[in-house]
C-alpha cells in the first residue's frame, strides 16, 4: 500500500500500522479479490481520500462511517459523500434535512463533501474498501484495526475536535475519545444513524451541526461553512 497516496501528516504516525503484518494480509486479500474479478470500491488511489484531504493536523471535526457504499461510481473515500452526479443517498438526504433545520442551510443539489474534509472535518469510515453490491464484504479483515489508530492520533491532539458519532457502531467505535463529559478535551455528540430507518429516533432535531461550531469557535478556532457549494460544470 506504499503506492497509495497519503497525506505526510498522518504517514509518518501511521507508519507502525503500515508495517504491521496485519497490513500485509489485508494487501493480501485485496489483491486476490481482484485476481479473482471482484470489483472493489473505491479506486485504490482512493482508499485513503479522506487522510490525504484533511491532514492531521488540521482536523476539527470527525464524521465516523461503517463501509464505503457498494454501488456503481459512488464511493471516492469519504463517508456519507458519493462523487458528482450520482444521486444522493438517503441518510445523506436525512443530513441536510437536519443542517437546513439546525442552520437555515437551503439542501445540497449533490453528495460531495470534498467541500468539508477540505477545512478539516475528517469524513472517516471504519472499513476503507468494499466488493461492489455486498455491503461489509471487507469487514474484519484489518480495516478496522487502522482506522482505530487513526481516531488514537486525532484523540492524542491537544487541540480539541468535535466527534459526531451516529449511529451504535460509530459511538462504539470511539467510545476511547477523551470526551468532556469524562473531563477529556474533545467534544463528543452523539445520536442515532441518519439512515431512513432510525433518523426519526433522535438524529432529526440532534443539532449537531450548530453545536459543533459553537464549540469550535469557544475553543477559538473557525466553525465549519457546512453550506455546500455548487458543482463546478
Same mark, same amino acid.
Given at each position: 500500500?506504499?503506492?497509495?497516496?497519503?497525506?505526510?501528516?498522518?504517514?509518518?504516525?501511521?507508519? #507502525?500500522?503500515?508495517?504491521?503484518?496485519?497490513?500485509?494480509?489485508?494487501?493480501?486479500?485485496?489483491? =486476490?479479490?481482484?485476481?479473482?474479478?471482484? /470489483?472493489?470500491?473505491?479506486?485504490?488511489?482512493?482508499?485513503?481520500?479522506?487522510?490525504?484531504?484533511?491532514?492531521?493536523?488540521?482536523?476539527? %471535526?470527525?464524521?465516523?462511517?461503517?463501509?464505503?457504499?457498494?454501488?456503481?461510481?459512488?464511493?471516492? !473515500?469519504?463517508?456519507?459523500?458519493?462523487?458528482?452526479?450520482? /444521486?444522493?443517498?438517503?441518510?445523506?438526504?436525512?443530513?441536510?434535512?437536519?443542517?437546513?433545520?439546525?442552520? !437555515?442551510?437551503?439542501?445540497?443539489?449533490?453528495?460531495?463533501?470534498?467541500?468539508?474534509?477540505?477545512?478539516?472535518?475528517?469524513?472517516?469510515?471504519?472499513?476503507?474498501?468494499?466488493?461492489? =453490491?455486498?455491503?461489509?464484504?471487507?469487514?474484519? $479483515? =484489518?480495516?478496522? $484495526?487502522?482506522?482505530?489508530?487513526?481516531? /488514537?492520533?486525532?484523540?492524542?491532539?491537544?487541540?480539541?475536535?468535535?466527534?459526531?458519532?451516529?449511529? #451504535?457502531?460509530?459511538?462504539?467505535?470511539?467510545?476511547?475519545?477523551?470526551?468532556?463529559?469524562?473531563? =477529556? /478535551?474533545?467534544?463528543?455528540?452523539?445520536? *442515532?444513524?441518519?439512515? *431512513?430507518?432510525?433518523?426519526?429516533?433522535?438524529?432529526?432535531?440532534?443539532?449537531?451541526?450548530?453545536?459543533?461550531?459553537?464549540?469550535?469557535?469557544? %475553543?477559538?478556532?473557525?466553525?465549519?461553512?457546512?453550506?455546500? *457549494? *455548487?458543482?463546478?460544470?
Amino acid at each position: 500500500m506504499a503506492e497509495v497516496k497519503l497525506h505526510p501528516s498522518w504517514l509518518e504516525p501511521l507508519q #507502525s500500522e503500515f508495517a504491521d503484518p496485519y497490513m500485509a494480509q489485508l494487501r493480501q486479500f485485496l489483491v =486476490g479479490e481482484k485476481a479473482a474479478g471482484k /470489483r472493489i470500491f473505491p479506486a485504490g488511489s482512493e482508499w485513503f481520500r479522506a487522510l490525504d484531504l484533511t491532514p492531521l493536523d488540521k482536523v476539527r %471535526v470527525v464524521i465516523l462511517g461503517q463501509d464505503p457504499y457498494h454501488g456503481e461510481g459512488q464511493a471516492h !473515500g469519504l463517508c456519507f459523500s458519493v462523487k458528482p452526479g450520482v /444521486r444522493t443517498p438517503p441518510s445523506l438526504v436525512n443530513i441536510y434535512k437536519e443542517m437546513e433545520t439546525d442552520l !437555515g442551510i437551503p439542501r445540497a443539489q449533490h453528495g460531495f463533501l470534498e467541500h468539508w474534509a477540505e477545512q478539516g472535518v475528517l469524513l472517516l469510515n471504519a472499513v476503507l474498501t468494499v466488493q461492489m =453490491g455486498m455491503a461489509a464484504s471487507h469487514q474484519g $479483515r =484489518g480495516w478496522e $484495526r487502522f482506522t482505530d489508530a487513526v481516531i /488514537r492520533l486525532v484523540n492524542a491532539r491537544e487541540e480539541p475536535v468535535v466527534f459526531l458519532l451516529w449511529g #451504535s457502531h460509530a459511538q462504539k467505535k470511539a467510545a476511547f475519545v477523551d470526551s468532556i463529559d469524562k473531563g =477529556g /478535551r474533545h467534544l463528543v455528540l452523539k445520536a *442515532p444513524h441518519p439512515s *431512513p430507518l432510525s433518523a426519526h429516533s433522535g438524529f432529526f432535531g440532534s443539532r449537531h451541526f450548530s453545536k459543533a461550531n459553537a464549540f469550535l469557535e469557544h %475553543v477559538g478556532q473557525k466553525p465549519i461553512d457546512w453550506a455546500l *457549494p *455548487p458543482l463546478q460544470r
